[in-house]
Nanobody, 121 residues
Framework: QVQLVESGGGLVQPGGSLRLSCTASGFTFSSYVMRWYRQTPGKARELVAGNTATGGRTYYRNCVMGRCTISRDNAKNTVYLQMNSLRPEDTAVYYC??????????????WGQGTQVTVSS
Protein backbone atom coordinates (compact mmCIF):
# COMPACT_ATOMS: atom_id res chain seq x y z
CA GLN A 1 0.00 0.00 0.00
CA VAL A 2 1.43 3.32 -1.10
CA GLN A 3 1.62 6.00 1.55
CA LEU A 4 3.04 9.50 1.65
CA VAL A 5 2.85 11.06 5.08
CA GLU A 6 3.65 14.74 5.49
CA SER A 7 4.55 16.39 8.75
CA GLY A 8 6.11 19.57 10.07
CA GLY A 9 3.40 22.08 9.25
CA GLY A 10 2.00 24.49 11.76
CA LEU A 11 1.60 28.12 12.74
CA VAL A 12 4.65 30.32 12.33
CA GLN A 13 5.20 34.05 12.49
CA PRO A 14 6.25 36.02 9.41
CA GLY A 15 9.97 35.70 8.91
CA GLY A 16 10.06 32.33 10.59
CA SER A 17 11.10 28.93 9.26
CA LEU A 18 9.61 25.48 8.93
CA ARG A 19 10.87 22.17 7.67
CA LEU A 20 8.29 19.90 6.14
CA SER A 21 8.91 16.18 5.85
CA CYS A 22 7.27 13.54 3.72
CA THR A 23 7.96 9.89 4.41
CA ALA A 24 7.06 7.35 1.77
CA SER A 25 6.27 3.66 1.82
CA GLY A 26 4.88 1.05 -0.53
CA PHE A 27 6.98 1.94 -3.58
CA THR A 28 10.63 2.30 -4.56
CA PHE A 29 11.20 5.83 -3.29
CA SER A 30 14.67 6.16 -4.78
CA SER A 31 13.25 5.69 -8.30
CA TYR A 32 10.74 8.50 -8.07
CA VAL A 33 10.86 12.22 -8.68
CA MET A 34 9.57 13.93 -5.55
CA ARG A 35 7.76 17.25 -5.52
CA TRP A 36 6.10 19.62 -3.11
CA TYR A 37 2.92 21.43 -4.09
CA ARG A 38 0.73 23.82 -2.17
CA GLN A 39 -2.89 24.83 -2.39
CA THR A 40 -5.03 27.58 -0.94
CA PRO A 41 -8.84 27.60 -0.92
CA GLY A 42 -10.33 28.35 -4.32
CA LYS A 43 -7.03 28.05 -6.14
CA ALA A 44 -5.37 25.31 -8.14
CA ARG A 45 -2.60 23.28 -6.57
CA GLU A 46 0.74 24.80 -7.55
CA LEU A 47 4.21 23.36 -7.74
CA VAL A 48 6.68 24.62 -5.14
CA ALA A 49 9.77 22.49 -5.70
CA GLY A 50 10.95 19.22 -7.22
CA ASN A 51 13.83 16.86 -6.80
CA THR A 52 15.00 14.11 -9.17
CA ALA A 53 15.28 10.51 -8.03
CA THR A 54 18.97 10.73 -7.22
CA GLY A 55 18.62 14.21 -5.80
CA GLY A 56 21.03 15.45 -8.42
CA ARG A 57 18.75 18.14 -9.76
CA THR A 58 16.33 20.41 -7.99
CA TYR A 59 13.95 23.02 -9.33
CA TYR A 60 11.73 25.62 -7.81
CA ARG A 61 8.50 27.35 -8.72
CA ASN A 62 6.60 29.83 -6.60
CA CYS A 63 9.35 29.83 -4.00
CA VAL A 64 12.82 30.94 -4.94
CA MET A 65 15.83 28.87 -4.07
CA GLY A 66 17.28 30.26 -0.89
CA ARG A 67 13.91 30.79 0.65
CA CYS A 68 12.93 27.20 -0.10
CA THR A 69 15.21 24.19 -0.25
CA ILE A 70 14.10 20.72 -1.25
CA SER A 71 16.21 17.73 -0.30
CA ARG A 72 15.80 14.00 0.07
CA ASP A 73 17.24 11.11 1.99
CA ASN A 74 16.70 7.94 -0.01
CA ALA A 75 17.90 5.81 2.88
CA LYS A 76 15.02 7.16 4.96
CA ASN A 77 12.48 7.33 2.10
CA THR A 78 11.94 10.95 3.03
CA VAL A 79 11.83 14.25 1.17
CA TYR A 80 12.09 17.58 2.93
CA LEU A 81 11.13 21.16 2.22
CA GLN A 82 12.95 23.76 4.23
CA MET A 83 11.20 27.13 4.09
CA ASN A 84 12.75 30.30 5.44
CA SER A 85 11.64 33.93 5.67
CA LEU A 86 8.06 32.80 5.54
CA ARG A 87 5.40 35.26 4.45
CA PRO A 88 1.64 35.29 4.99
CA GLU A 89 1.19 34.44 1.31
CA ASP A 90 2.98 31.14 1.94
CA THR A 91 -0.03 30.04 3.97
CA ALA A 92 -1.41 26.92 2.30
CA VAL A 93 -1.80 23.19 2.57
CA TYR A 94 1.44 21.63 1.40
CA TYR A 95 1.33 18.30 -0.40
CA CYS A 96 4.01 15.78 -1.20
CA UNK A 97 3.86 14.15 -4.65
CA UNK A 98 5.76 11.22 -6.16
CA UNK A 99 5.97 10.69 -9.92
CA UNK A 100 7.97 8.37 -12.14
CA UNK A 101 9.58 10.92 -14.44
CA UNK A 102 10.33 14.61 -14.55
CA UNK A 103 7.76 15.11 -17.28
CA UNK A 104 4.99 13.28 -15.42
CA UNK A 105 1.98 15.24 -14.32
CA UNK A 106 1.37 15.32 -10.62
CA UNK A 107 -1.98 13.64 -11.17
CA UNK A 108 -0.16 10.61 -12.57
CA UNK A 109 1.58 9.96 -9.28
CA UNK A 110 0.99 9.53 -5.59
CA TRP A 111 -0.13 12.21 -3.15
CA GLY A 112 0.07 12.69 0.56
CA GLN A 113 -2.77 13.99 2.67
CA GLY A 114 -1.24 17.43 3.08
CA THR A 115 0.05 19.48 5.99
CA GLN A 116 -1.22 22.95 6.86
CA VAL A 117 1.23 25.83 6.99
CA THR A 118 -0.10 29.07 8.44
CA VAL A 119 2.05 32.18 8.51
CA SER A 120 0.53 34.80 10.75
CA SER A 121 1.41 37.11 13.59
Amino acid sequence: QVQLVESGGGLVQPGGSLRLSCTASGFTFSSYVMRWYRQTPGKARELVAGNTATGGRTYYRNCVMGRCTISRDNAKNTVYLQMNSLRPEDTAVYYCNAVMTETSQGSDGYWGQGTQVTVSS
